[in-house]
């Protein structure tokens, strides 16, 4: 059973930044990629970030692009997402999640699988 537990949200002003964490646990977590994507109340999920099981491609949402970094550390079983410039826009549930095939990565919510509780990120104007 996979499991990720993700940590780091909370709350901060315009223009602040927070490093979310995903720690998973689990076999062979450097041969999927991972994702992290948020939910705004009244919204569907979206897609924010995904990066590939090497770390090598990264995918961004252009809302965050240029914003946004998201990494991973395969001896640590864990992937980050470093956001600065926040805005109030970015107020959410952030999730990190698994993807479903082997060596691959998607954009969609619907090529994951495992999926973490969230943590919530309150960003104040």
């Known amino acids: 059973q996979v499991q990720q537990v993700e940590s780091g949200g909370g709350l901060v002003q315009t223009g602040g930044s927070l490093r979310l964490s995903c720690a998973a646990s689990g076999r062979s977590f450097s041969n999927y990629g991972r994702g992290w994507f948020r939910q705004a109340p009244g919204n569907e999920r979206e897609f924010v970030a995904a990066?590939?099981?090497?770390?090598?491609?990264?995918y961004y949402a252009n809302s965050v692009k240029g914003r946004f970094t998201i990494s991973r550390d395969n001896a640590k079983n864990s992937v980050y997402l470093q956001m600065n410039s926040l805005k109030p826009e970015d107020t959410a549930v952030y999730y990190c999640a698994r993807s479903k095939g082997l060596r691959r990565v998607g954009i969609r919510d619907d090529e994951y699988d495992y999926w973490g509780q969230g943590t919530q990120v309150t960003v104040s104007s």
């Open positions: 990066i590939s099981w090497s770390g090598g491609t990264t």
